[in-house]
């Protein structure tokens, strides 16, 4: 099953049925397929089941914190003897497949089990339920990413900013990352600050070290 974490969507089976759902009839079949409660159910059909009961509680507003991106389903279609269904389903799972047996041997049975409990709750709309708190979105930082402005905190690119280094004579090299605009509405003295190859004149020179520090 490919299992790299206790999460319901923590393996490769689970995750594949994820990304083809495309209507709620998809996870539907899925939970109310009687072949899903037989003895000793597959290990590849319980993580089947299992992500389908997930994308169900999902439906409800009662999200994991690992659920992948799915369409979005409508929870109108959503009953109470489904939920129950699906609450079923994770307890014959618990027990009786072949899924729990390798939990079992795996040393992590503890944790899979609690991963268990929480699905379990979040199907049953009669537990309280707080959403987890949502994760910051990873900046995307353009190609020609620099560093961040000392000044404004923001992005700083080659077009708009420069890398300014300083070889300190008592050792060590120091650096900050500027918008040339932030440089320029910081300064007070007058230009030019740019020479014609775009580097800094002296008088911005001593301004780039002065923001890295030193008493020029």
Not at 21 to 26: E, G, H, P
Request: hydrophobic share 40%; charged share 30%; with cysteine.
């Amino acid at each position: 099953m490919g299992a790299w974490d206790v999460g319901q969507f923590g393996n490769d089976t689970a995750l594949d049925f994820a990304t083809e759902v495309k209507t709620f009839a998809d996870v539907r079949a899925v939970i109310d397929d009687d072949s899903m409660f037989a003895p000793d159910l597959d290990a590849d059909d319980a993580c089947i089941a299992l992500a389908a009961c997930e994308i169900l509680a999902a439906t409800t507003g009662r999200a994991a914190e690992d659920l992948p991106e799915i369409v979005t389903l409508s929870a109108d279609d959503v009953t109470p003897a489904l939920l129950q269904t699906a609450m079923g389903l994770v307890t014959h799972i618990r027990s009786n497949s072949e899924l729990a047996e390798l939990w079992q041997d795996s040393g992590e049975n503890d944790a899979w089990q609690a991963s268990l409990d929480a699905l379990y709750a979040r199907l049953d709309e009669t537990k309280p339920f707080e959403a987890p708190a949502k994760k910051p979105k990873k900046e995307k930082l353009p190609e020609d990413f620099i560093g961040h402005c000392y000044i404004c905190y923001g992005v700083v690119t080659e077009r708009d900013g420069l890398l300014f280094a300083y070889d300190d004579p008592e050792g060590g090299t120091c650096e900050n990352y500027p918008h040339r605009k932030c440089m320029e509405d910081k300064i007070a003295e007058p230009g030019p600050y740019w020479n014609d190859d775009g580097s800094p004149t002296e008088v911005m020179r001593k301004e780039l070290m002065r923001g890295l520090g030193y008493d020029v």
